[in-house]
């Protein structure tokens, strides 16, 4: 291997473990978040390339499900979003704690709608139950059901503040299977001792290919300089 070849390898492993720990970390600060979805990463070589790239991919698999006893507490359980209605546009949710605004709709904690069948839903009554299938009661009676939506295969979803999720590629079906679990909330999909092992890992890995840049570094500085004797 020619310095110059090395100097890149080094480099390159430099870039990907310094993504590689931002995105470990970004979990990592989400631990307590409900319903956080990791980000993985993860070093592929295309076949036209000689060198492996960073692969970045969102993590959807379920997280665990939490008793809270709080009747606006909502977790889904299996492949599924809530839909919400922001000022940018319906975006997807996992659940998390909603409330009631001063018109009794049941909204996100920063107070954006969720949406049923008919749009924003309306519970005025002095309870609210939630049923498996997202049906919503108010005092006894039916005012609605959770628009509940999963996406299609191949489908890009991008993340947006407050655990929620913009359709970027493909398209949104019917959830079907996935289950509202009222007064529970899903923890992320991490594990926090785990990642807190791999940041170790990639210092290490970061400190191992600055050590063998600075040794090619200083094999072509000696090359340099004894072409310049000759």
């Not at 979990?27 to 070093?43: C, H, I, S, W, Y």
């Not at 949710?93 to 749009?119: E, H, Q, W």
């Not at 628009?147 to 503040?161: D, F």
């Amino acid at each position: 291997m020619n310095p110059i070849d090395g100097i890149l390898r080094a480099a390159r492993t430099m870039s990907y473990f310094g993504r590689l720990q931002e995105v470990t970390a970004n979990n990592l600060a989400n631990v307590n978040t409900p319903g956080f979805k990791m980000d993985r990463l993860t070093a592929r070589r295309p076949t036209d390339l000689t060198y492996p790239i960073p692969v970045e991919s969102l993590d959807l698999s379920q997280g665990g499900l939490r008793t809270t006893g709080r009747s606006l507490d909502v977790a889904l359980e299996g492949t599924g979003f809530l839909v919400v209605e922001t000022e940018d546009g319906e975006r997807l949710s996992r659940g998390g704690s909603l409330r009631l605004d001063g018109g009794g709709r049941i909204v996100a904690d920063d107070g954006v709608p969720v949406l049923g069948a008919s749009g924003p839903i309306v519970a005025t009554g002095s309870s609210v139950e939630i049923e498996a299938d997202g049906t919503v009661k108010s005092d006894g009676q039916v005012v609605d059901r959770f628009r509940l939506v999963r996406v299609a295969e191949g489908t890009t979803l991008v993340k947006e503040g407050a655990g929620r999720f913009r359709l970027d590629v493909g398209e949104l079906l019917d959830a079907g299977e996935v289950i509202v679990r009222q007064g529970q909330l899903e923890d992320p999909n991490l594990d926090a001792v785990g990642g807190m092992i791999a940041l170790v890992g990639i210092q290490r890995g970061y400190g191992a290919a600055t050590t063998a840049l600075k040794t090619m570094d200083g094999v072509l500085g000696s090359v340099t300089t004894d072409l310049a004797r000759l």
